[in-house]
């Protein structure tokens, strides 16, 4: 059974550039977050979203950051513009109830960008 | 807000070493707490973790008491081996799917 799939692993981008990451759930799993972590830093929540909703963003900053999950495919964080403050590890989780109560988070292995 | 602080690395043992990596945390309650670890070219998976004040998580040789006096959650195991060597991150459930991460200790043990 694959767990979380990130891809890339890796993205350089230039500022200015806009960065895609992808994650794909694990088979089964309808519920998706992403987390980022900033150099020296823990992993600060991001996004929570289901199949076509967002649940809660409120972690996302407020500007040139976005996330789906649509009916088909991967979920997408899509970063605009992206700055050299963007540049972190960028982890996705899925679950496949709402959150822990029914289950722990797995996690992929990060997707980590560097904007030069 | 609640937050966790967790020992700096890296860390680099021998083989049979004792390890102890020190998690503190900062909560207005007593929230669930947990320690996740990150294998070399996988992803966090989660090691063990303690719901309530003086609840012991262990798993896989390490163990982690849930100590409300020093509001702390130490991690430790007795003898490490050589496929012990990765990141071990300290986490503190803030709700169902939020969770505050310590910055992750780098552990290497050597043969």
């Known amino acids: 059974n694959a767990g979380v799939m990130q891809n890339p692993r890796h993205l350089v981008r230039r500022r200015g550039q806009e960065a895609r990451l992808r994650c794909s759930p694990m088979?089964?799993?309808?519920?998706v977050y992403w987390y980022r972590q900033l150099p020296e830093e823990g992993l600060k929540f991001m996004v929570y979203l289901q199949k076509e909703n967002i649940i809660d963003e409120s972690g996302m900053p407020k500007e040139r950051f976005s996330a789906e999950f649509p009916k088909e495919g991967p979920s997408i964080l899509r970063i605009q513009q992206v700055v050299r403050g963007d540049s972190a590890a960028y982890f996705c989780?899925?679950?496949?109830?709402?959150?822990?109560?029914?289950?722990?988070?797995?996690f992929g292995e990060g997707s980590r960008l560097t904007v030069l | 807000g609640d937050s966790v602080t967790q020992m700096e690395g890296p860390v680099t043992l021998s083989e049979e070493a004792f390890l102890t990596i020190n998690c503190t945390y900062t909560?207005?309650?007593?929230?669930?707490l947990f320690w996740y670890v990150q294998y070399p070219g996988e992803g966090l998976q989660l090691l063990l973790k303690a719901t309530k004040a003086d609840d012991k998580g262990s798993n896989k040789g390490f163990e982690a008491t849930y100590r409300k006096e020093t509001t702390s959650f130490h991690l430790e195991k007795g003898s490490v081996q050589v496929s012990d060597s990765a990141v071990y991150f300290c986490a503190l459930k803030i709700n169902d799917y939020k969770l505050s991460f310590g910055a992750g200790t780098t552990v290497t043990v050597r043969a």
């Open positions: 989780a899925s679950s496949a109830g709402a959150g822990m109560n029914t289950g722990e988070l797995f």
């Open positions: 909560a207005t309650g007593y929230p669930s």
């Open positions: 088979k089964g799993h309808s519920h």
